[in-house]
Each structure stands twice: as structure tokens, then as C-alpha cells.
């Protein structure tokens, strides 16, 4: 557990929210958030792609992309990631966020991360619903360099980042290879200095039930690779209800992004999730995103397409915009070609 002085102000910086909001309207969030069920989405072995048996590695990507179609979620086990490495950036992950509040807002001095890494809460939040619970380190990969000064949190991100970005790269091929697309897009546009990490602690939350430790939002990218403990709250829409994602020790989580539902047409879906918050426990998870850089454009891969072109700079300057304006991501609906078509 950290030191009081580590936690950011969210008593103060949210007062008036919760001041004005009566106990009934904190009720009516509570039974909002009721979970119908915990379950565990799709598990795929993934040393089944190195097995001589065609057979095998087919169905192991046919399990992929049926789950990225069906579910826009799936964990993978045997994914040739060693268990050290996670162990050693989780406590890597812990002494910085041990830090006091003042410093973390400052730790990019120190660490060589660009300045703004260091992020937390809702700024732009007008009520409950729209809190998040939540610090967080969201780091480009650019900062984490050969030529960066040593020292252990960056050394082991640098590791982790290596690693994991080739697996998102494998992923991406066998996703655009169902589509019919034996392209050389993801490896020409998604480079290792084009992609995010992102380290979070969900503090305990003890001043209401049913609030965010992420608010629900789609990701803004590719794929996410997230690596998270044990003590659970992600929730993810499934069939039109929330469903609690159930830890596997073993697993990373997959999920599509806003970027491959647009590439693929609406195919491969970027699905609506979000964290709850723990009472009593503390919550760490890191996730790595699969990003090409600002100048790539995204355009469906079949016809007639549901979205129109644009850039990836163009669509996170209109998130931004969004939150910035209205407290909230719009996401993909922005740029459907017309309103009356669905993805």
C-alpha cells in the first residue's frame, strides 16, 4: 500500500462532484454498474504457431480472428514472454508510483520522459460517471532509447517493450492475413518508436461504490497488449451487458483498437471497456499499444467502406477535442461516411 502522500488528491479535486451528488443519484451508479456475470474470454496458446503441424497453426489463427470478430477481446497463454519480466517491471512499476504526488508530477526530469507522462484522474469531468479513479504513466517508446541513461524502470520497459512489440506484430499480420491481406503495412507503419506504454495504479477507492478507475472507452490504436494482477476490474461489453474479465496469472489480454475496426471495415471489433475501482486493494496493470505514426492513414481494407480516410494524427486530435469539449471520447462514429451506416 502506498503512503498517503503518494496518492493524488482525489478527495479534494473531486469534492464538489461528490457534493453535488445526493446518496439517491450515488444509488442509481451503483445499480448502473451491476455486473451480470464474471467469465474468462477466449484463451489461445499461441505455441501453436510454431508447431509443424499446418493444420494446428491455422486453427490457432482462426481462433484469433474469431475471437477478435466476436468478442474484440482474447487473452493468449505460451506467448514466449518470460514470467521475469513482468516481475521485475511490476516492482519497478511500484517504486515509482511510491513516490510522493509532487515528485511524480515531475518525474520526467529524472527519468527522461517527455513532459505530461505522468497523468491522473478526470480533468475534464463534469460528474460522477466520468471519473476515473487512477494514475498512470503513459510512456512513448521514443523515451525509452539505448542512449537513455540507465537506470532500472527504463531498462526493464525498454526489455518488456522489445518483446512484446513483436508480438503484437505477429497478431497484426495473422489479422490482416484473415482478411485476405498479406501486407507489409504493420511492420512499415507501426514502429517501435511509434508506440505507448502505459503504467497504471488503480488506488483503493473507498469513497463510493461504482466508481471508475478508467472511465469506459474504446483504445485509440491498433491492438493493446495488457499484461494485469490479480485482484481484477476490468469490465468489457459483451452482448450488450458489462461482463467482469476474469484474471488469468498466466495470460496477456488482447484487445482490438478503434484503428483495426476502421482497417478492417467493422470486422475485427474495438469494444467498450473499462476498470472499476477496489475498495480495499490497489489494482497495477500495464499496457502496450500498438501505434503507427501520426502521418499513416487508416483506410478501410474492403468496399463499400464504413469509414472514410484519415490520418492518425487527425483522429487523436479529434478525440482530444472531444474529451476536451464534451468529457468523452466519440471515437469511430466521427468518421463513418454517413450516419445511417453501422459497423
Excluded at 503512503?3 to 464538489?16: G, L, Q, V
Excluded at 505455441?47 to 487473452?75: H, M, N, P, Y
Aim: glycine share 4%; net charge negative.
Amino acid at each position: 500500500m502506498m503512503d498517503s502522500n503518494s496518492d493524488p488528491p482525489f478527495h479534494e479535486a473531486y469534492k464538489i462532484l461528490f457534493d453535488k451528488t445526493e446518496k439517491q443519484e450515488l444509488g442509481n451508479v451503483d445499480f448502473e454498474f451491476e455486473v451480470v456475470e464474471e467469465c474468462e474470454v477466449p484463451v489461445i496458446d499461441l505455441s501453436r504457431l510454431e508447431e509443424t503441424d499446418e493444420v494446428a497453426r491455422e486453427e490457432c489463427k482462426f481462433q484469433i480472428a474469431r475471437a477478435s470478430q466476436e468478442w474484440g477481446f482474447f487473452q493468449v497463454v505460451k506467448h514466449g514472454i518470460s514470467s521475469d519480466i513482468f516481475k521485475r517491471l511490476r516492482c519497478e512499476q511500484e517504486k515509482v508510483f511510491k513516490q510522493p504526488f509532487e515528485k511524480k508530477t515531475k518525474e520526467h526530469k529524472f527519468l527522461n520522459f517527455s513532459a505530461g507522462s505522468y497523468r491522473w484522474g478526470s480533468p475534464t469531468a463534469t460528474r460522477i460517471q466520468q471519473l476515473s479513479w487512477s494514475e498512470a504513466f503513459h510512456i512513448p517508446l521514443s523515451d525509452i532509447l539505448p542512449s537513455t541513461p540507465s537506470n532500472p524502470l527504463c531498462s526493464t520497459i525498454e526489455q518488456f517493450a522489445s518483446t512484446v512489440s513483436s508480438l503484437a506484430q505477429t497478431l497484426a499480420d495473422i489479422l490482416a492475413e484473415k482478411m485476405g491481406h498479406k501486407s507489409k503495412f504493420f511492420k512499415e507503419n507501426c514502429l517501435a518508436n511509434t508506440c505507448y506504454l502505459r503504467l497504471n495504479r488503480y488506488p483503493p477507492c473507498p469513497v463510493a461504490s461504482g466508481i471508475h478507475g478508467l472511465m469506459p472507452h474504446t483504445d485509440s490504436d491498433f491492438l493493446t497488449i495488457l499484461y494485469q494482477d490479480q485482484v481484477g476490474g476490468l469490465q468489457l461489453v459483451k452482448d450488450g451487458k458489462w461482463i467482469a474479465v476474469k484474471p488469468n496469472p498466466d495470460a496477456l489480454i488482447i484487445n482490438i483498437g478503434d484503428l483495426f475496426q476502421a482497417w478492417s471495415n467493422g470486422v475485427y471489433k474495438s469494444v467498450e471497456h473499462r476498470v472499476m475501482t477496489n475498495p480495499k486493494l490497489e489494482r497495477f496493470s500495464m499496457a502496450y499499444f500498438f501505434c503507427p505514426s501520426n502521418e499513416t492513414v487508416i483506410e478501410s481494407c474492403r468496399e463499400p467502406c464504413i469509414y472514410r480516410k484519415f490520418s492518425f494524427r487527425e483522429y487523436r486530435q479529434q478525440v482530444r477535442d472531444d474529451v476536451q469539449n464534451l468529457g468523452s471520447k466519440i471515437g469511430l462514429p466521427r468518421f463513418l461516411i454517413s450516419e445511417g451506416t453501422s459497423s
